[in-house]
Each structure stands twice: as structure tokens, then as C-alpha cells.
């Protein structure tokens, strides 16, 4: 059975352009969801931290917008894709997906259809709602409320209501289990690790979050994993802001960066602009963070030298696979990273 280094940051907190920090570490969705296939698939791999300190789930990878049903998110798709044809012309943000109710789509249409409305009929009256909602910014259940819709505002604020409760709950499940996973507990340290027992794992997989900006990507123990493995062509994998650890990765005998050249992918900078921390939302009464993110990593993987690959469109599933690297772009990667990585252990 072939053995993964699950390559987890420890880091707590991102220091920001104007000096102030702000909480950060591992994303949650980017840490079980891989976890989870890889328990699934029965791979052997042991958690690991760069300093053996348990990593910090990042508070903002919990808010419920990042939990919402499959369903839902799967059925809002098919409605934003009637009327997104040219990505050029329409850009649906973050904003766009989580804040304005959007998501409630799925649920009335239901309540929709149990009003008498055909498919057809109740398809394109949320279609053209939607599309309302986003053009002038408003909330999805105030563009929907006319003589047209045989629902009430009360109504589709109910079913909208619905999926948020139920993402909330996923939310607090998401929390629960990662706080009882024993690895994440009680990880590896793989400063204290020699190159022989380095080379004894067959991959590695880091998740993101922000923390993987602070003790991932400027890191010895990180190089000489990476430059082992590497050497052995064991798959090398990461996610979102995972692939900050490639940038510890030395050069190779002709003074180029290890993986000069290759395809990769990671948050891009227009997604890590929409998700300043500025941008973030704050507990009532809280201050709003001012400072932004000291650097970006698309523009760094790009001036290290490789060829950088993303989605057409922002917080779509994007997964790089070039040689033995595996790359994702975002949160939605998450299961085709884990995936692509079974496949390169031949457990898929």
C-alpha cells in the first residue's frame, strides 16, 4: 500500500501589508474532503506539520457559505450557465454566489413546480431572476417577488433559509470532525525527520488555507522533501494555497527552479482579491481588517517559472496534472485534487 505525507500548515497567523496580522491556517474544506477519500480509498499517510504543531482551522473556511448542499451548489450551476455564456461579458464572483441568495435556487424551483409551474416554466423565471440579481445587485429573493412568481417574499425566504440552515449544520460537523481526527491532533514533525524517512513516503498532498503562505513556502525541511521526492518522481500535490510550498523547492543542476517550466495551478489572484481579508465578513461590532495579503501566489509561481493554468472562470473545479505534480485552483478542486492523486497512486 502505497504511503502519502499529508503536509498540513500549523500556521495561525498572516501578516498583512500594514503590519497588523490576522488569523488564518488549513481551510476545512480542503483538509477533510481529501482526508475523507483518502480514508475512503484506504491509503496509508500520516499527518504531518512543518514544526509537529497542530494545525489551526482557518474561521473563515467555516463560515456556511463553503457548505452548501451538492445539490444546491450543482443546481445553481445550471442556472448561472444560461446565462453566462461569455465569461468576458459576465464574471460571477464570490459576492454574486454566496451573499445574494442565489443558492436557494434548487428550493424554489421545487416550490415552484408545487405551485403548478412546468420545468420549463419555472427554469426560466429563476434564470431570469438570476440573471436580474446579478446585474443590479440585489437579492435573489427581491428580484424573484413580482406578479410574475406565485410565491410570496416570505415563501422563497423560507426555502432560501432552508439552505442555510443546513450548510450551517455542515458547517458544525465539518468543525467537530476535524477537531477529533487523531493526526490532526497529534501531527508528525517534519523538521524532526531525516531524508530516509522522507524518502519512505510515496507522495505528498498539502491543503490550503493562507497558512501554507507562512511556513510552507520558505522552508529547508519543505526543499528537502520536495527535492526527494522529486528526485524519486513521487507524486508532489497541493490545493489552492497548498502550492505556496513549491516555492521552497531549490533549483535544479543548470541554476533553474525545480519545477521551472511546468503546468500549475493555484488560487489565482482575482480569487484571492475577493477574498481579502478585508473582504471578509465580521462578527457585529468587530473591527474590519484594513491590510491586504503581502503577495500573491499566482504572480509568484508565475515569476518562479512555471507556466501557470487556470479555469476560464473564478471557484470552478481546476485540476493541473503535469508529470508527477497535481495541482488544484480553489475549495471546489478539492475532491478532483484527492482523486487525481489516487489515480497517480493507481487507488482509483
Known sequence: MPRLMFLVSSARVLPLDDGT??????????????????????????????DG??????????????????????????????????IDDIRLTLRHITELGLIGARRIFQALRGKGLSPVEARELISKAAKDSWERDRQFADTLTGPACPLTRAEIGQRIGEVIAESEAESARVAR?????????????????????????????????????????????VRRLLAILHE???????????????????????????????????ITNEEEYQTEPSARPVADGAERPTGQVQWQIES???????????????????????RNLITGQNPNSSEAVADAVLKSLNLL
Not at 488569523?23 to 484506504?42: D, H, I, S, W
Open 21 to 50: 496580522t490576522y488569523e488564518t491556517g488549513t481551510f476545512a474544506e480542503e483538509a477533510l474532503t481529501p482526508y475523507e477519500r483518502f480514508v475512503e480509498a484506504g491509503l496509508d499517510f500520516d499527518v504531518v506539520t512543518p
Open 53 to 86: 504543531n497542530p494545525p489551526n482551522i482557518d474561521p473563515y473556511g467555516l463560515e456556511p457559505i463553503f457548505h452548501y448542499p451538492d445539490e444546491d451548489e450543482d443546481f445553481l450551476g445550471t442556472i448561472t450557465r444560461t446565462f453566462a455564456h461569455d
Open 177 to 221: 470532525t476535524l477537531a477529533e481526527i487523531p493526526g490532526f491532533r497529534h501531527p508528525l514533525n517534519l523538521g524532526e525527520m531525516s531524508d530516509e524517512q522522507m524518502a519512505s513516503y510515496d507522495a505528498v498532498f498539502a491543503p490550503g488555507g493562507h497558512g501554507p503562505m507562512v511556513d510552507l513556502a520558505d522552508n529547508p525541511d
Open 232 to 266: 524519486a518522481s513521487a507524486p508532489i500535490a497541493s490545493l489552492c494555497h497548498g502550492p505556496a510550498m513549491l516555492l521552497s523547492a531549490g533549483a535544479k543542476v543548470d541554476g533553474t527552479w525545480l519545477f521551472d517550466g511546468y503546468r500549475v495551478t493555484a
Open 300 to 322: 509568484a509561481l508565475r515569476n518562479a517559472g512555471a507556466v501557470f493554468d487556470d479555469a476560464r472562470a473564478p471557484w470552478t473545479s481546476h485540476v493541473v496534472v503535469d
